[in-house]
């Protein structure tokens, strides 16, 4: 079993940053990837990050590339997304997920149903 709980979620003006954390426990593997999705009330999960623990490989959707950047702190077990330039469009709650998925990310990591385990989610606000 692998916990996930996300922190660091907020209430922000247009154009501000926010990082948020994902503390992992458990029976975690240096081969899983980690992922961020969110959802704002009335929509689908939408995909924004993944890394792969072991090789640190990065996978962003185009719509918050140049703006998102995700990492990971193996000390710490903790994945981190560091949120820039943020938009109110980028309002929703955040979840972090993990997985053993598959080689390339380009074409595993998108999908929420290749993940094992998810956090509680945290939630972002941004104003206009």
Known sequence: QVQLVESGGGLVQA???LRLSCAASGRTASNYVMGWFRQAPGK???FVAAIRWSGGNTYYPDSVKGRFTISTDSAKNTVYLQ???????DT???YCAAGSLG????LTAGRGR???YWGQGTQVTVSS
């Open 44 to 46: 689908e999960r939408e």
């Open 114 to 116: 290749n993940y094992d």
């Open 103 to 106: 080689a390339p990310l380009q």
């Open 92 to 94: 929703a709650v955040y």
């Open 15 to 17: 154009g501000e940053s």
């Open 83 to 89: 949120m820039n330039s943020l938009k109110p469009e």
